[in-house]
Each structure stands twice: as structure tokens, then as C-alpha cells.
């Protein structure tokens, strides 16, 4: 199992969330986060004072996989979140040790 | 025979003739007293009490008029402190300061009404003397449904009282703009209070009252205040450079970003106000009549020239026309032709207008951050100076044919020859001026030492809608 967190632009989510439903993931875990990474940030004026805003909105993705899915998530999620501009995000790859469903306390990979 | 044929035909002719005659004796000779006179006297009374019906339906109908115009213009100037001012100073700060900056202009809607209705009113439109009223008029007494013939000939004199009430509402709300996110409320209270007697009733009185030095029907230096260019936006805004110069700058500040937290109230809060003041400017006619009508076209046309120039100045500097630029260049537009409304013609007021959209963008923008202070929401920069250069201006573009304030014939301004009018102005701008710093030194004093005036570091930091009110303005959990 491994678990795959993708930080990406937040116009390119619907984009993204449709096509991995076509890849056939059917969970996922989303949050709207900031931060920045090499993109700097814009600037705001209010009556002459400016502020640099250099956290940004993003969207993160958070889904745990079996590994047999992993390359073909990757794939999807290049292909729909890129806009090939600096800020299009990242993505997160890490081993997990184990699942389990609250539920019904399956364990493993069926448990996802 | 032929004589009595024309004897016959003689006497027929005399009945005849004598019938009408007598028909029309009958009824004189029932009356014989009034025979003579009576139908001339009898008309001319009858036309006279018609004329003297019709003068008094007539005087009615204008008192109906005027006085719906006027009621109606006291509720659009309360609408100006609340919700206008409380919106547009709400969206301002951020988000932890939101319920407490709305208090303070909620509060002076309570305080400061009940103030006047007990003194306030007489100190400043009582008597007859040369810098404050007296107690004539206190608890309202001798105020009634009758006019008050020295200020407003045609309303009830109640409607008189309560249209003034809301200017003095709306006044010292102003100057919690620079003030705050750090005044806290105990101090706030104590300093309108006292603000409101020493600073705001006596200016009004030498600007308005019966008798003021500053009056422009017949006083020692007869200056131009329409609506309050001086009385109100003067005083409130240098009062508010003062109280930002004393208080200090907030924590953070200028380091710390501190945006407004929302905009969107802002906006609303500017619309509102922008509206008001057509109560705030048209209403000080104090009639329904055409100088209502040229006032309230100044103020709209001052306040849109402003918008534009705000934006264009703006636009220039930052290469964007903001959206708080354009209502901030609204309000400083609305500030600038508040004493020049009732005396100039619609292109001055576009000229003062645009004037005051610039300059305030360069005061707020350049001005502040040379100096340092932190007028946190800019009441100096818009109020101090849009209210300073409206005054000024007024004296430029005053004319005898909108408003012949000095009688018929005389020329008022410097666009009817008559520049001295500058210089009076001058003097007016000087004194208000000189009056709210002195005054408002002495009230900070006295707040400072009996309950405070700024909030505790800890409390500022927590923000003021917990640390004075104990309650947030959104709950976002709940």
C-alpha cells in the first residue's frame, strides 16, 4: 500500500478529481491548504500600504492506493494538474504500513 | 280720441317702465340700512378671508412638505452611523476588532442622543452668544411643534432638534477611525463625552448658532459651512490625528500585514453613506426647496468626481483601480463638498469633488507613511483633509445666484469677485482646527487619568471584541 499526497493548483482540481474517478479511485481525502514553494507570491495594496501574500491557496490530495495503482494515479494527476507554469504543485509518495476500516475492522488492502 | 289713445298707450309705458324699477326696490327696501354699501364691502371681505384661507393653506402645505423632507433627512443621516459608518470602518480592521469598531458608532447612536436631548442641543442652539449656547433649551424644554423662527421658519421645531441630533451622532463616531482595533471602550465613552461637550457643541454653536463668531449670516468672520465641512468633518478628523498621535501605533504596525478583513462590508458600508448624505447635505437646506435640490446635485456629482479621481490617482501609482479606492475617493468626495453643497453650482462641485479625490489618496497613501502615524482607517486623512480643502474651496466657488446668503446682490465667493471670502474660510478652517487639537489634547488628558484610553497589550493582541465585549463578531465553529 502507499500513500500519494498531491499538492496541486486549486483550478486544476475538478479537472483532476474527475479523471482519477475514471481511472477508477474511488476515495480520496481533500483539504484546502497554503503554502508556496518556489512561486512567489502577489502583492496587495489597501490605501498605499502593500502586503506580499507569499502563502497561496493550493489543494491538497490525500489517498492511500494498492501499489498496483500507484504509476497510473501519478499518470492522471500529471496529465490533468499540469499548466506548465512554476506553482502546479507536487506530489508525495511513502510506503503504509497498514489500513484498517473502522467499520468492520478489515485490514489491509481491502480495507481501502 | 285720439288723445286718449295716446294717453292709454303713455300710461302703459309708465307701468311698464316703473316695473323693473320697483321690482328692484322690493327687496332694498327690506334692507334699507346696507342699501348703499353693501355689495362692494360684502365681496371684498369675502375675497379677503379666501386670500387669507388660501395663505395659510398655502404656509400648511409648504410646513407639510418641508417637514417630511426633513424627517426623512434626520433617519438617512442616522443611516450614516448606522449601518453606513459602522459597515465601512467593520470591513476595515480585521476580523477580531470587527464587533467592537461597530459599537463604537452604535454606542454614540445611544450616548450621544440622549446628550443632546438633556444639554447638547441647547449648548449649541441656545441663546444667542458668540462661541457657545446656554441652557434655554435644556431637556428640550420650549421645544415643541411650533418652528423656531431663527433657524428654520417653516418645521416643527422638534424636527429641528432631532435633524442637528444626528449630525452630533455621527461626529464623534468619525473618530474612532483612527483610533482603532486598540481604544478601549470604557475610554471611548469618557472621551465622546466629554469630546462631545468641549469640541462638538461649541464649534457648532460658532458655526450655526444664533449669534456664533464664525456664522456666515452676520458673524464676526462669516464662514461658509453648509453642512458641516468644519463643525464636523474638521473637528472629528484633526481630533482623530490627535488621538492617533497620542494613542501610538498598534502592535504590528507597520511590519505586520493588516488588511481589512472584509471588504464586501466595506462596500456596502460606503453605499449607504454615500446615500445618507444626500439627508446629510440636501437635508441642511432645511426646507424641500431648490436649494435642497442644487445640494443634493453637488453632493452626488462631488462624490462621483472624487470616486474617479481617487481611481485615476490610484491607478497611475499601482497600475489597478481598487475597488476601497474607488469608495474611499467617494467618502473623501462626499467630506470635501459637505460645506460647498448648499453654495456652488454642479461643475464646482465636480471641480471639488475630483480636488478632494486626489489629495486624500496622497494623504492616506504618501502623507501618512511619511510621518509615521498610525491613523489605522484614515478618518485624518479623509475627514481632516477632505473636510480642509471642501472648506477652502468653498470660498472659490460660493455663489450669490445658488444661495445670497449675505442678501441680495451681494456677491458671495471668489467666482462673484469676492475673494475676502477665501480668508474668512480661512479663519473658520484655523479655528476648527485649533479648537479640536487644543480640546481634544486636554479630553485625553483627563480620559487617560480617570479610566484610560488605550487597551492592554494582551487585550489588543486577543482583539477587542473578546477583550471589551466579550463576544465575537463570527463564531466560526458554532
Known sequence: MMKLEAIIQPSRFESVKDALREVGIEGMTVTEVRGHGRQKGHTEVYRGREYTVDLLPKIKLEMVLPDKLVNTVVDTILKTAKTGKIGDGKIFISRVEEAIRIRNEERGESAL | ??????????????????????????????????????????????????????????????????????????????????????????????????????????????????????????????????????????????????????????????????????????????????????????????????????????????????????????????????????????????????????????????????PPHSLVLSFIGACLLWVGWFGFNAGSALAANGLAASAFVATHLGAAAAAIG?????????????????????????????????????????????????????????????????????????????????????GVFAQQIVNPIFGPNNPVGGRDGHWAQVGNQLVGVLIAWGFALVGTIVILKITDLVTGFRANEEQEMDGLDISQHGEEAYYLES
Open chain 2, 1 to 258: 280720441m285720439k288723445l286718449a289713445v295716446l294717453c292709454c298707450w303713455f300710461a302703459i309705458g309708465l307701468f311698464l317702465l316703473a316695473l323693473p324699477l320697483s321690482a328692484q326696490q322690493t327687496p332694498a327696501a327690506s334692507s334699507p340700512a346696507t342699501a348703499s354699501s353693501a355689495p362692494h364691502s360684502e365681496v371684498s371681505k369675502e375675497v379677503s378671508d379666501k386670500l387669507a384661507q388660501l395663505d395659510q393653506r398655502v404656509t400648511a402645505a409648504q410646513a407639510a412638505g418641508d417637514n417630511a423632507w426633513m424627517l426623512t433627512s434626520a433617519a438617512l443621516v442616522l443611516m450614516m452611523t448606522g449601518p453606513g459608518l459602522a459597515l465601512f470602518y467593520g470591513g476595515l480592521v480585521r476580523r477580531k476588532n470587527t464587533l467592537a469598531i461597530m459599537m463604537q458608532s452604535f454606542a454614540m447612536m445611544g450616548l450621544i442622543s440622549v446628550l443632546w436631548a438633556l444639554v447638547g442641543y441647547s449648548l449649541a442652539f441656545g441663546g444667542d452668544g458668540p462661541v457657545i449656547g446656554n441652557f434655554s433649551h435644556a431637556f428640550l424644554r420650549g421645544v415643541g411643534m411650533d418652528p423656531n423662527v431663527d433657524y428654520a421658519g417653516t418645521i416643527p421645531h422638534l424636527t429641528f432638534m432631532i435633524y442637528q441630533m444626528m449630525f452630533a451622532v455621527i461626529t464623534p463616531a468619525l473618530i474612532t477611525g483612527a483610533t482603532a482595533e486598540r481604544m478601549k471602550f470604557s475610554g471611548t465613552v469618557l472621551f465622546m463625552t466629554l469630546w462631545f461637550f468641549i469640541v462638538y457643541a461649541p464649534l457648532a454653536h460658532m458655526v450655526w448658532g444664533k449669534g456664533g463668531f464664525l456664522n456666515a449670516a452676520g458673524g464676526r468672520f462669516p464662514c461658509l459651512d453648509f453642512a458641516g465641512g468644519t463643525v464636523v468633518h474638521i473637528s472629528s478628523g484633526v481630533s482623530a490625528l490627535v488621538c492617533a498621535l497620542y494613542m501610538g501605533k498598534r502592535i504590528g504596525f507597520p511590519k505586520q500585514p493588516m
Open chain 2, 310 to 394: 481617487w481611481s485615476v490617482a490610484e491607478w497611475f501609482k499601482n497600475g489597478k483601480a481598487s475597488a476601497l479606492g474607488a469608495i474611499s475617493g467617494a467618502v473623501a468626495g462626499l467630506v470635501a463638498i459637505t460645506p460647498a453643497a448648499g453654495f456652488v453650482r454642479p461643475m464646482p462641485a465636480m471641480v471639488i469633488g475630483l480636488a478632494a479625490g486626489v489629495l486624500c489618496y496622497f494623504m492616506v497613501t504618501r502623507v501618512k507613511a511619511l510621518f509615521g502615524y498610525d491613523d489605522a482607517l484614515d478618518a485624518f486623512g479623509v475627514h481632516g483633509a477632505g473636510g480642509t480643502i471642501g472648506a477652502l474651496l468653498t
